[in-house]
């Protein structure tokens, strides 16, 4: 599944969580695997609030191409 997560697809960690868009796909963080930069939103009382975190692509599903 992870060969199929691509920038642009929903994904989501598969411990649960949030669904977030990938923004950016690099090894940057891990020199032997890649990792996925990602973005979502979360509501408090106010106005949604951008997210953002950085994830091992084996640690993702994809919920969406």
């Known amino acids: 599944m992870e060969g199929r997560i691509k920038i642009g697809s929903v994904v989501q960690l598969k411990s649960g969580g949030p669904k977030m868009t990938v923004s950016t ?28 975190g950085v994830f091992p692509l084996t640690s993702l599903k994809l919920i969406e191409p």
Do not use: R, T
């Open 25 to 52: 796909i690099d090894k940057a963080m891990m020199e032997d695997h890649l990792s996925a930069w990602c973005d979502w939103f979360v509501q408090d009382k106010a106005p949604w609030k951008k997210e953002n």
